[in-house]
T-cell receptor
């Protein structure tokens, strides 16, 4: 597609339920990133994928968070047993190569706004 | 630890006045720094990067290794500059962001 696409754009869920957030990167982009944007916390790195593998999962806040990527394209971020502190905007981004390549740019989606009540 | 600090959560500036958004970083290697911007109801996008030494929408940012700073500047603020601005640092294969500064341009 023309840009990074995320769904759902808004999700309200009850505490304790599981949620899945989807990211469809720009076609041909091999690197995919997940960030969390919270009020007052800025952008927190969660995880990134190069192809289908995740070299760096260091940002995942707890074992309730997991992510996968299949076919080198679509990625799903899953939050199990959601808590109120999980409420945030979850941003996905992609780039044509891993960021370490000089001059590379990452492109962001519009985000999935998650509210846990 | 490598990190990015933006000391101001909110900056209000009158239209036509100069703008300076502060950013300080800590990084053990040779840093690669960026400014990202998010306008209301739009997605986060790259504004500029230090390696390009470019001016975008009248904004410039100079890397000062002595002061470990990468402040974003514009000589004359415009109303359309109102947005959320994030300073960012490349660390290995990912981008680390500061907490952001909301710039509000007063008419």
């Amino acid at each position: 597609g023309a840009g990074v696409s995320q769904s759902p754009s808004n999700k309200v869920t009850e505490k304790g339920k599981d949620v899945e957030l989807r990211c469809d990167p720009i076609s041909g982009h091999t690197a995919l990133y997940w960030y969390r944007q919270s009020l007052g916390q800025g952008l927190e790195f969660l995880i990134y994928f190069q192809g289908n593998s995740a070299p760096d999962k260091s940002g995942l806040p707890s074992d309730r968070f997991s992510a996968e990527r299949t076919g080198g394209s679509v990625s799903t971020l899953t939050i199990q047993r959601t808590q109120q502190e999980d409420s945030a905007v979850y941003l996905c981004a992609s780039s044509s190569e891993v960021i370490g390549t000089s001059g590379n740019t990452i492109y962001f989606g519009e985000g999935s706004w998650l509210t846990v009540v | 630890a490598q990190r990015v600090t933006q000391p101001e959560k909110l900056l209000s500036v009158f239209k036509g006045a100069p703008v300076e958004l502060k950013c300080n970083y800590s990084y053990s290697g040779s840093p690669e720094l960026f400014w990202y911007v998010q306008y209301s109801r739009q997605r986060l996008q790259l504004l500029l990067r230090h390696i390009s030494r470019e001016s975008i929408k009248g904004f410039t940012a100079d890397l000062n290794k002595g002061e470990t700073s990468f402040h974003l500047k514009k000589p004359f603020a415009q109303e359309e500059d109102s947005a959320m601005y994030y300073c960012a640092l490349r660390r290995d294969d990912k981008i680390i962001f500061g907490k952001g500064t909301r710039l509000h341009i007063l008419p």
